[in-house]
């Protein structure tokens, strides 16, 4: 009987306390500011210095630039820009080197999917990841666009 009534108290207690688990997916988590999570890129910031792909430590990003279509400009476009998620570690190291912030982390994190193919993300698809970017990178936000909280 005593063992029934302690047991009923320490229920009763944590019952009262605030609660530390999430009801996710359901309620969005919100991650801390300087979490990296999955990078969004602005192919209008983009010079094509290469400098992310050259330091990427697993070498998951291929990018391709071609020469700038307007003849008054120099320098060269993004083409393509893909990063491969299989092995993307989030280190933040593209993002660190990269002069323009084209390239910028978000907090998203979701990423889990059937199919390994779908892990592979092209310029579009990182371009539209562009709610929750970090909070440091805010100046790095489209007008308009991303949210600061989750
Ligand atoms: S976060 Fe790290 S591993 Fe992922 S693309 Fe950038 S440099 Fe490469
Ligand atoms: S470092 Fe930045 S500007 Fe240079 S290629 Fe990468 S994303 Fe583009």
Redesign the pocket.
Known sequence: MKGIIKGLGVTLKSMTQKKITYAYPEVPIKMPDRF?GI?HFDPEKCIVCNQ??R???????TLTGKANPDPEKKGKVIDTYD?N?E?????????EVCPTEA?V?TNNFELSSYSRDDLFKNLEWLNENNQNIRQENNSAMPKGGAKKDV
Do not use: K
């Open positions: 990296r990078q992310c792909a330091i990427c430590p697993t070498e998951c990003i990063i998620f092995i993307c570690i989030l280190c933040d190291l593209c993002t390239i982390m």
